[in-house]
């Protein structure tokens, strides 16, 4: 089974702060891991993903996120932060089954002070 | 390229009633999810359908079901709404699986928010 915890319900940054927001996964097999972005009253959009390969990924609007098996983590940050990147961010995950079953965390929603 | 729609965006429904909510996948996409989300919480995984068979199944009663069509379309139907069934109703499309192990990207719309009086 997989599961999903991240650190901190709510995260309040300063504009051009680094932005880091935790995630913990656990998965009896090997992961794919993304993060997911939701802007209010919005579906879910696509951050970044980890499959396989190098474990620092890149994704959209300056964030990435490093992939650490040791530390089943899958932590996203990003350099400076932005008024735009308030949101609310999800981690997740999905495993070696035959379907796309993407199991999510609770999310962690982030806040910009100017 | 159409992006993945829903519809209705919002409706209000009584205890007991049934509704049903409507998912037009993204072009290309043979695999549709479904998920629930309710206030300040992520989405929860109720089921998928890969070429209009039921995929996988998350941790909900039989009283929600769904349906995909030829064209990969979808519906949720779920019966007997209970007060708890208030949430925004995600539907995410997916490139699907050949065989074995898919990407896990998914679509998503914009949802459906329920509200059950």
């Known amino acids: 089974a997989q599961s999903v915890t991240q650190l901190g319900s709510h995260v309040s940054v300063s504009e051009g702060a680094l932005v880091l927001l935790r995630c913990n996964y656990s998965?009896?097999?090997?992961?794919?891991l993304f993060w997911y972005v939701q802007y209010p009253n919005q579906g879910l959009q696509l951050l970044l993903k980890?499959?396989?390969?190098?474990?620092l990924v890149k994704g959209i609007n300056g964030f990435e996120a490093e992939f650490k098996k040791s530390e089943t983590s899958f932590h996203l940050t990003k350099p400076s932060a932005h008024m735009s990147d308030a949101a609310e961010y999800f981690c997740?995950?999905?495993?070696?089954?035959?379907?796309?079953?993407?199991?999510f965390g609770p999310g962690t929603s982030l806040s910009v002070i100017p | 390229e159409t992006g993945v729609t829903q519809s209705p965006t919002h409706l209000i429904k009584t205890r007991g009633q049934q509704v049903t909510l409507r998912c037009s996948s993204q072009s290309g996409h043979n695999t549709v999810s479904w998920y629930q989300q309710a206030l300040g919480q992520g989405p929860q995984f109720i089921f998928q359908?890969?070429?209009?068979?039921?995929?996988g199944r998350g941790n909900f009663p039989p009283r929600f079901s769904g349906l995909q069509f030829p064209n990969y379309s979808s519906e949720l139907n779920v019966n007997a709404l209970e007060l708890d069934d208030s949430a925004l109703y995600l539907c995410a499309s997916s490139p699907g699986v050949a065989g074995g192990r898919g990407t896990g990207e998914l679509f998503f719309g914009e949802g459906s928010r329920l509200t059950v009086l």
């Open positions: 998965s009896s097999v090997p992961p794919y």
């Open positions: 997740a995950v999905s495993a070696a089954t035959s379907y796309d079953k993407v199991i």
């Open positions: 359908y890969y070429r209009e068979e039921e995929n």
């Open positions: 980890y499959t396989t390969g190098a474990t």
